[in-house]
């Protein structure tokens, strides 16, 4: 098993120049012991993009992110992968958010769920950080629960485990294969979101493929 994506490909400054549109918000933790372990779903996500769109490459640093730019489905998007820890995740996306001039609705999160079944994946308008760390980071620096999110189901720990124990265990080999589908939908979500808008891409992707 090799869950770590690997990043391809050089930037591409046609595609980084002119306005950002949106931002695309991966949550996880840095520090290589995190890379391929649960609480890291979000930027496993952004990983896929990099991955399967050679003009991202992680190579811009702001405001305590690493950030790709680049253009998916024609849209100009920065990818945003927060460098502080987890629960530090909106003083990193806030300054961000505004040195782009991105309001909260034009900021996508994608992130891991403890209250989804493992592999499954949710579009939300908006809504609390229901016990996730980092969401709630997000919503304290922003200032609104107002913002787009892609949840990415871990399901619950196993037996009297604790949870924050369980987020940061590393995927095991059937569920990394279950996961790895489910990012490439998250991908294909994210696309759906920047061209047909929230509505029409959570009525497509909100159900259990």
Do not use: C
């Not at 779903?41 to 991955?51: E, M, P, S």
């Not at 505004?98 to 949710?122: G, H, N, S, T």
């Amino acid at each position: 098993m090799s869950p770590s994506f690997p990043l391809f490909g050089r930037p591409n400054p046609a595609q980084q120049s002119g306005p950002v549109e949106w931002l695309i918000v991966g949550l996880g933790n840095p520090g290589s012991k995190y890379l391929d372990t649960r609480h890291n779903a979000g930027w496993h996500v952004l990983d896929t993009i990099a991955r399967d769109n050679p003009g991202f490459h992680f190579d811009e640093s702001r405001s305590k992110a690493t950030i790709a730019r680049g253009a998916l489905a024609g849209v100009k998007v920065a990818l945003v992968k927060p460098q502080t820890y987890m629960n530090l995740s909106g003083e990193a996306v806030g300054p961000v958010a505004r040195f782009y001039k991105i309001p909260p609705e034009r900021i996508l999160v994608a992130f891991d769920d403890l209250d989804l079944p493992p592999a499954v994946l949710k579009i939300r308008k908006q809504g609390g950080p229901g016990g996730h760390n980092g969401m709630r980071s997000l919503i304290q620096h922003l200032g609104t629960q107002e913002f787009p999110r892609i949840r990415l189901g871990i399901g619950r720990p196993p037996g009297q485990m604790p949870a924050e124990a369980y987020v940061l265990q590393k995927f095991k080999p059937d569920e990394w294969a279950a996961m790895v589908s489910t990012y490439e939908r998250a991908v294909e979500a994210i696309k759906s979101i920047l061209v047909d808008g929230l509505d029409i891409a959570m009525n497509k992707f909100n159900v259990t493929p």
